[in-house]
């Protein structure tokens, strides 16, 4: 089992930047991958970046250049560094880790944070 628990999120100025935190419980972490997900009102949720066990990372395009997801596996930890945020930015953003290992399917979810970008 993984809980995930988000911070980080707040009130941020067009052109800001915020850093989003994800901690991580349990021993699966780091062979899982992480991934942040985001969900506006009316919208449905969205794949912002993802990150892979070993490193490799993507990006939806709409937040390539301007976000940067990374992760510390000696200490559970995930994040999400949002640079130039735009209002179109606003949303609750969800921590996510899953992937299968020896046959088992994993899938968890934070409770989510909420950013707000707006002048």
């Known amino acids: 089992q993984v809980q995930l628990v988000e911070s980080g999120g707040g009130l941020v100025q067009p052109g800001g930047s915020l850093r989003l935190s994800c901690a991580a419980s349990?021993?699966?972490?780091?062979?899982?991958?992480m991934a942040w997900y985001r969900q506006a009102p009316g919208n449905q949720r969205e794949l912002v970046a993802a990150?892979?066990?070993?490193?490799?990372?993507d990006y939806r395009p709409a937040v390539k250049g301007r976000f940067t997801i990374s992760r510390d596996n000696a200490k559970n930890m995930a994040y999400l560094q949002m640079n130039s945020v735009k209002p179109e930015d606003t949303a609750v953003y969800y921590c996510?880790?899953?992937?299968?290992?020896?046959?088992?399917?994993?899938?968890?979810w934070g409770q989510g944070t909420q950013v707000t970008v707006s002048s």
């Open positions: 996510n880790v899953k992937g299968t290992l020896f046959h088992v399917s994993h899938n968890y």
């Open positions: 349990g021993s699966l972490f780091s062979q899982l991958t």
């Open positions: 990150i892979t066990s070993s490193g490799g990372t």
